[in-house]
C-alpha cells in the first residue's frame, strides 16, 4: 500500500529520468497495490516547454487508486470574456482572467503550448457551450492568427486574439458583449490517467480536473470499475479534457461507471468499444482461411475461440459468423482460420469483419454528463445497461449506440442494451454535427446507407424523461426484433430547433421494425405545425410495429395531394444515338424536382 500525503504534490517529469514516456508518474507490473490519498491529494503535473500526460498504468493486476487527483500547472484551455471584435478584419480578442497569467506566459513561451486546436463559445449564463455559436477545431483550418498578449496588470492576464481565415466569413457569429469562449491548446495525446493491459483495477473518488488529452483511458483491460470520478471544472475553467472524458477500447469483462460527474470535456464524455472493423481483403474455402486487413486503427490478434462477423461495408447487411480456430501475423493483417466450412456462395471477400466474443459489459448508472460539446456517450458494445443518469446540454446529442463505417471505422455492432430511468434535458441542440435523436440507435454502411432492418438487435428504451432537444427524442435507424422496445417514456418540447422533418419529431424510424412502441406520453407546446410523434423513413413498414397505450404519439400525416407524373417510354426510331442532343429537345416527359434526402434522412 502507498499512502500519499494529503496534498497537493508538485510532479516534475522532468526531474524522473524513470517516469514512463510521456507521462509525469508511471505503475507497472504490480499486483495486489493500494495507492491511497487523502481528500486534498493532487497530482499537479509541472509543465515546461511541451505537453504530458498524468498518470500511466500498465500490466497490474488488483489494482485499488483512491482519493488520487491530477491536475496541471499549466492550463491545457483558457477561457476569454470579449473585450472586442472586428468583422471586417474576423478576429476577435478576449481579455483572459488572471488566474491565467502563469498559463499564458508559458503559452507565449513555446511553440509547442502556443498553437490553438479548439475554440469554444460558452453561454455566459448556463456555461453550456453557446447554442448558434462560433465552434471550430484546428483540423478545419479557420485559425488564420493567434495573438497571445501577456499581461502583469492585476485585473487580467493577458488577451488573446483570434483571427479566422478568409473561409469562414460567411459562418462567423457575431459575438455578443462580455461572450465567453474556451480556447483549448492541446487536444489529443497526453491523457489524464491511461490504463493498458491491467486486470481488476478499482477508482474511487478520484478527479481529472484537466489534461491536454483524454481524461482517462484503458486499452485491453479485463473488469474496470470506475466509482465518484470527478471531471469536473475549478476555477475560471470552461474546459476540462481537451478530448474524451473517458476512451475505453477492447476491454472484456466488467466496466462500471457509477456516480461519477463529466463536465465540459471536449470531446465524448465516454466512448467504449469493442475494436475496430477489418476488411476481408481474400478467403480461400477449401483451407478455411481468410486474410483481414486493417481498415484504419489495429487491434490484437483474434483468439482461438473468438467468435467474428462479416457485414457488407456498403449496406451492413450480415454475411456469416465464424469460430476462430487460429490466427497469425501483425495488426495490418492477419490471416485467420476457422472453424465452420466457408461456402462458396457466402461471397465474404469486400465483407468487412468484427470480433464480437468478449465484448465488455458496461454499466453506466447514477452519472451526471454535462455542458459539452460533442456527444455524451458513445456506447460500441453489447449487453450493456445505461440507467438513473442525467444528460443536460450535450451539444450533440446525449446516448449514442452505434457502428458506422465511416473515417473511424470503430466496432463492434451493439446487441442487447437497456437505456433506461435517464433524464436528458436539452441535448442535441447543436444541430451542424449532431445526432438525429437524443437517444440515437443506428448502423450505417460506408455509403451512408442505413442498414436492413435488424442490424442492431435487443436494444430496450424504457422509463426515460427526454426534454427539449434539438433533434428527435429518440431516432431508431437499422433497429429491430422482438427483443426491441421503446416503452413508458416521457417527452417534453422535444425536436424544438430540429431543421430537418427526419428528426422533427418524438421518434424518428428508418429501416426500423417488428417491435413493440408502448405506453409513452409525447407532450408538446412548442407550436409546431411541422411536429410530428413518429416519423418513418426507408423501408420502415407501420404494420411491423405495435403500438400500444401511447398518449399524442401517432405517425407522421401527409396533408394534400400527392402528384403523379407518368413517364413514357421514347420510341428507339425517335433519335439516333450519334452524340448530337439536339434532337432531344422537347421530348420525354418533365418532372419536377420538389426537393430530395440523403439516407440518413437530412434534406438536401
Not at 517529469?13 to 499486483?31: C, D, E, I, R
Not at 462580455?178 to 489524464?192: C, K, Q
Request: glycine fraction near 10%.
Amino acid at each position: 500500500k502507498i499512502k500519499l500525503p494529503d496534498r497537493v504534490l508538485e510532479i516534475d517529469p522532468a526531474q524522473s529520468a524513470t517516469a514512463a514516456g510521456g507521462y509525469a508518474v508511471s505503475l507497472a507490473n504490480f499486483k495486489d497495490l493500494t495507492v491511497e490519498g487523502g481528500a486534498q491529494t493532487v497530482f499537479e503535473i509541472q509543465i515546461g516547454s511541451a505537453w504530458v500526460g498524468g498518470i500511466s498504468v500498465s500490466n497490474c493486476e488488483n489494482l485499488h487508486l483512491q482519493g488520487v487527483r491530477v491536475d496541471y500547472s499549466v492550463s491545457p484551455s483558457i477561457s476569454g470574456v470579449l473585450a472586442s471584435y472586428d468583422a471586417a478584419a474576423l478576429s476577435v480578442t478576449y481579455d483572459i482572467p488572471v488566474s491565467f497569467r502563469e498559463t499564458l506566459k508559458a503559452y507565449k513561451a513555446s511553440d509547442s503550448l502556443g498553437t490553438l486546436y479548439s475554440f469554444v463559445e460558452y453561454d455566459k449564463y448556463t456555461l453550456a457551450p453557446k447554442e448558434n455559436g462560433n465552434i471550430l477545431i484546428r483540423s478545419q483550418n479557420y485559425f488564420a492568427d493567434v495573438e497571445i498578449t501577456p499581461s502583469d496588470a492585476a485585473d487580467t492576464a493577458g488577451t488573446v486574439k483570434v483571427t479566422f481565415a478568409e473561409a469562414y466569413r460567411n459562418s462567423f457569429k457575431t459575438p455578443r458583449t462580455e461572450e465567453l469562449v474556451a480556447l483549448g491548446f492541446s487536444m489529443y495525446g497526453y491523457n489524464g490517467m491511461t490504463f493498458s493491459a491491467c486486470k481488476d483495477v478499482y477508482l474511487e473518488d478520484c478527479a481529472v480536473y484537466a489534461c491536454p488529452g483524454m481524461g482517462l483511458t484503458a486499452g485491453a483491460c479485463e473488469n474496470l470499475f470506475i466509482n465518484r470520478l470527478m471531471m469536473t471544472l475549478k476555477g475560471d475553467r470552461l474546459m476540462t479534457a481537451t478530448a474524451d472524458g473517458l476512451h475505453l477500447n477492447a476491454c472484456t469483462g466488467e466496466v462500471r461507471i457509477t456516480n461519477c460527474v463529466i463536465e465540459n470535456t471536449h470531446d465524448d464524455a465516454l466512448n467504449i468499444k469493442q475494436g475496430y472493423w477489418y476488411d476481408v481483403s481474400s478467403v480461400d474455402s477449401v483451407a478455411r482461411t481468410m486474410v483481414i486487413t486493417r481498415r484504419t486503427e489495429s487491434i490484437s490478434a483474434p483468439k482461438e475461440g473468438a467468435v467474428l462477423e462479416v457485414y457488407d461495408p456498403e449496406s451492413f447487411a450480415y454475411k456469416g459468423s465464424f469460430t476462430v480456430k487460429s490466427a497469425t501475423g501483425t495488426g495490418s493483417s492477419f490471416t485467420v482460420a476457422v472453424e465452420e466450412r466457408i461456402s462458396g456462395s457466402m461471397d465474404l471477400a469486400g465483407g468487412v469483419i468484427t470480433d464480437v466474443s468478449d465484448t465488455a459489459r458496461l454499466t453506466f448508472s447514477n452519472n451526471i454528463v454535462r455542458n459539452k460539446r460533442n456527444r455524451g456517450i458513445l456506447v460500441q458494445t453489447r449487453n450493456s445497461v445505461i440507467t438513473n443518469n442525467t444528460f443536460d446540454s450535450v451539444g450533440h446529442g446525449a446516448i449514442s449506440i452505434h457502428s458506422s463505417l465511416d473515417v473511424f471505422n470503430e466496432a463492434t455492432l451493439p446487441k442487447n442494451i437497456r437505456i433506461s430511468n435517464n433524464k436528458l434535458i436539452n441535448n442535441g441542440y447543436l444541430l451542424g454535427e449532431g445526432l438525429q435523436g437524443s437517444i440515437s440507435v443506428f448502423a450505417i454502411g460506408s455509403s451512408a446507407v442505413v442498414a436492413p432492418i435488424g442490424t442492431i438487435t435487443g436494444i430496450e428504451v424504457s422509463n426515460n424523461y427526454i426534454a427539449e432537444s434539438g433533434n428527435a427524442g429518440i431516432s431508431f435507424q437499422g433497429v429491430g426484433g422482438s427483443d426491441t422496445v421503446i416503452a413508458d417514456n416521457l417527452f417534453y418540447n422535444v425536436a424544438r430547433v430540429a431543421t430537418s422533418e427526419m428528426s422533427e419529431c418524438a421518434i424518428g424510424l428508418n429501416n426500423s421494425g417488428n417491435f413493440a412502441i408502448r405506453g409513452n406520453y409525447n407532450y408538446n407546446t412548442t407550436g409546431s405545425e411541422t411536429f410530428s410523434g413518429i416519423v418513418t423513413a426507408g423501408l420502415t413498414d407501420p404494420e411491423l410495429i405495435t403500438l400500444e397505450d401511447n398518449y399524442n404519439l401517432r405517425y407522421q400525416e401527409i396533408a394534400g395531394e400527392v402528384t403523379v407524373t407518368e413517364v413514357h417510354k421514347i420510341d428507339a426510331s425517335a433519335v439516333t444515338l450519334d452524340g448530337d442532343l439536339g434532337e432531344w429537345e422537347n421530348m420525354g416527359t418533365s418532372i419536377e424536382m420538389v426537393g430530395s434526402s440523403l439516407a440518413t434522412g437530412e434534406e438536401i
